[in-house]
């Protein structure tokens, strides 16, 4: 038996969003009598972290504490259209929507701020913990709260706001194929170690190194979190996950998750992780987010250092011992691609 | 059909409902007592996400036929937290972002109490083989068990474990 | 709907057997049918009182049909069985799961029931009938009444091996099992997932006979899937399961056995 290294390199440009019948997500914002601000959406938190997001560029645009800021979202009746939770779009056209309808709001409270200090709406400001103050002039200040309470049952106004984002469709030039399907990329580049075992076709993961450019990480612990995560699920579609084993036969399909197989606990494989910022243009606060990148480049990793590992070029997923087995019998035997 | 009266202990609380027969643990708990902590995933053993414990030990609700735990106690993830004070595992949960969806995270705080209610200094090996049968898809394992031994260290008075970094 | 019916033990729930019962154990088996609807049964019969534990008779040592993998687990004497316990399910499923009920778990499950095979265990009926694990196991689908207990001879040091062959770690579901125990003159070799229930290899128990060197496990890999059935399922082909049984057969011997 021989145990064979190879290591596999893969990068990616991965596209923020989609280019069909044009990309918009919508977001309310109001406040309440006592100065908290409710984000409403209905773009989909399935664990990414769109409520942490969201939240985050929802206090930062109106100058209020995160903690008074409260997201409501999933429920499609009360909440303002959105296109979905896919395409790695979620930061980038949710966030921009919640951004204009977070200013929107930040002006109606401005104003009501402004009427109750009598002074100019553009000489205030925000200092971020709940107070609004003349510039230049901290004492002269009402809090947010007092802000609404006036808002609500004084002045007869709504702090709140609508928001937009729209990316329209882009119509290929039908001369030149020329066309801007989206607004912006997120990069990777992802190095995959493993071990193949020449006698099963068994193939370990030992190491994954990886450098993610995903504009300005919003939320630095949740970008972690997902592009660990989801390199987890890029090894597991590479070498484990598959509804149909024979496919095109549809035979002997998994029937539960002892049999969809998918790596354990005890396969965590060590991740060391760069993150790139480069804040994008028309992101907001530059964020474009990992999304489903944070899983694709491992793919074809894995593909690729299974091949330098014992020279059997797999080119259908997943990559099952039994495919680099038979890999190795068509070859006459492992064919190591160079010494690692 | 007739149902059966089954009393047991939920989490400290005494409860006596009526069961429909064939009906699981974690249906009862559900919908009977109005514990959602307990998730139904697979209905079929192989998820985890159901786990309770039954007299301290950890089971799988969805395998457990309801009147079976008559005169029991049951633990779940819902009497983890004292009133507004959480239990360390799941402080240890949040505080080194060891969830994403949720869906596992009831069944994998119980499997990992189990472990520590008994271990109070587990190995890492340990610490994954106490979750082995508790699938999470989203976290690829590592903050989970990451946390774990965490809320192992500062339940034995010794500051919390630094999380992974970035 | 399903029915349930309690009787105290497992005799008494035989005799309440019967047209469309099925017998509750563990629950790891019966439970899942019921969570899924299974019209093949609509009533449950289940012993309030199993017999649970491990104890000594006239064979050897004897271990009731509803003992835990985490009974045998916690038993310092069964400390050869701790491997093959040990990698069934996880620490939940291991509270629940009986040996008895593995003795009728089909593929990928019943890695206890392979091991058994190769322990030559006896399974023991309610009603008192024995019957040899090899017999048992051909016949489980008609076979009538509730097994009560297995009883075995506790193996030599060192002659038990055992092997889990699974994709994901710790836990996972076999796609082979193999299981041997190597006494003098007459080894047995049984592999799981290699047929509709665990078999031995005769063939490789022959090439056994003389004891265990580098060239009869040599011989005995050459010849260890004569007779078995291996078929395509989820988690590999047939062809996978034979190719690679040879390899791990004599893996799991030059490893050494369990004691």
């Known amino acids: 038996m021989t145990i064979h290294k190879g290591r596999g390199f893969a990068c990616i440009n991965y596209p923020i969003g989609m280019n069909l019948g044009g990309d918009p997500s919508q977001a309310l914002v109001h406040s309440t009598p006592d100065g908290k601000f409710m984000v409403a959406l209905s773009s989909i938190d399935l664990g990414q972290g769109m409520k942490s997001v969201t939240r985050q560029i929802a206090s930062e645009t109106l100058g209020v504490p995160v903690e008074d800021v409260y997201v409501d979202t999933a429920d499609s009746d009360t909440g303002p259209h959105c296109m979905g939770s896919f395409a790695s779009r979620g930061t980038h056209r949710v966030g921009n929507a919640v951004i204009r309808a977070a200013a929107e709001a930040r002006k109606q409270m401005m104003e009501a701020a402004a009427e109750e200090l009598e002074v100019n709406a553009s000489d205030l400001d925000t200092d971020g913990a709940g107070n609004i103050h003349v510039k230049g002039a901290p004492g002269r200040s009402i809090t947010v709260a007092e802000t609404a309470i006036a808002a609500q049952f004084k002045q007869g106004r709504t702090l709140s706001g609508r928001g937009i984002f729209l990316v329209p469709p882009s119509e290929a030039d039908p001369e030149t194929g020329d066309m801007t399907p989206v607004t912006c990329f997120a990069h990777a580049a992802l190095v995959i170690d493993l071990e193949v075992d020449d006698e099963t076709g068994e193939v370990e993961v030992t190491e994954i190194n990886s450098a993610y450019e995903v504009g300005r990480a919003l939320n630095p612990k949740l970008v972690e979190q997902q592009l660990i995560g989801g390199a987890w699920m890029g090894v597991s579609h590479a070498l484990y996950e598959t509804t149909e084993p024979y496919y095109p036969r549809r035979d002997h399909g998994p029937e539960d998750f002892n049999t969809y197989l998918q790596p354990g606990p005890g396969q965590i494989t060590p991740h060391h992780i760069a993150v790139l910022e480069r804040p994008a243009e028309d992101a907001p606060f530059g964020g474009k987010g990992p999304g489903e990148m944070c899983a694709n480049p491992v793919l074809p990793a894995v593909a690729n250092a299974v091949y330098n590992a014992v020279g059997v070029r797999c080119d259908q997923l997943p990559i099952t011992p039994e495919k680099v087995l038979k890999g190795i019998r068509a070859n006459g035997g492992a064919r190591p691609q160079g010494a690692r | ?166 | 709907m399903v029915a349930v019916e309690t009787y105290q033990t497992v005799a008494e729930a035989a005799a309440g057997l019967g047209e469309g019962a099925r017998y509750l154990g563990g629950g790891t088996i019966v439970m899942r049918q019921v969570n899924y609807g299974d019209q093949g049964f609509h009533r449950i019969v289940r012993a309030a009182r199993p017999e649970r534990g491990i104890g000594n008779d006239v064979q050897g040592l004897r271990i009731g049909a509803g003992t835990t993998m985490a009974d045998i687990l916690a038993h310092a004497e069964l400390s050869f069985l701790h491997p093959v316990a040990g990698q069934i399910g996880g620490p939940a499923i291991r509270n629940m799961a009986t040996v008895g009920g593995n003795l009728f778990a089909e593929n990928p499950y019943g890695d206890m029931a392979a091991a058994l095979l190769a322990l030559d265990a006896q399974v023991i009926m309610a009603g008192g009938q024995t019957h040899p694990m090899e017999r048992f196991l051909a016949d489980r689908k008609h076979m009538r009444g509730l097994v009560e207990a297995v009883s075995l001879q506790r193996p030599q040091p060192g002659a038990f091996y055992y092997r889990k062959v699974s994709r994901v770690k710790p836990k996972g579901v076999a796609v082979i099992t193999l299981a041997a125990l190597i006494r003098g003159g007459e080894p047995r070799v049984v592999f799981g997932n290699m047929a509709a229930a665990p078999m031995r290899a005769h063939a490789a128990e022959r090439a056994l006979g003389g004891g265990v060197s580098e060239a009869s496990i040599a011989a005995a890999c050459a010849v260890c899937t004569e007779g078995l059935s291996p078929t395509d399922d989820a988690l590999a082909s047939a062809w996978y399961r034979a190719e690679v049984a040879p390899v791990h057969l004599r893996r799991m011997l030059e490893s050494g056995g369990h004691s």
């Open chain 2, 1 to 166: 059909m007739a149902k059966t009266p089954v009393t047991f202990t939920l989490n400290d609380t005494e409860a006596a409902l009526f069961v429909d027969p064939g009906a699981s643990l974690v249906d009862v708990l559900r919908r009977g007592a109005g514990d959602l902590t307990p998730k139904q995933g697979c209905a079929q053993g192989t998820c985890g996400a159901c786990t309770v414990l039954i007299d301290g030990v950890p089971h799988l609700s969805c395998l457990t036929l309801a009147e079976t735990v008559q005169g029991r106690r049951v633990d779940t993830a819902g009497g983890l937290a004292d009133g507004p004070a959480l239990h360390p595992l799941q402080r240890a949960f949040i505080d080194g972002f060891a969830a994403q969806c949720g869906f596992c995270t009831s069944g994998m705080l119980m499997a990992a109490k189990a472990l520590l209610d008994h271990n109070a200094n587990p190995t890492r090996d340990e610490v994954i083989e106490a979750i082995s049968g508790n699938l999470c898809r989203c976290t690829g394992y590592e903050p989970i068990v990451d946390a774990i031994l965490s809320a192992a260290a500062q339940m034995r008075g010794q500051p919390a474990l630094q999380q992974g970094a970035l």
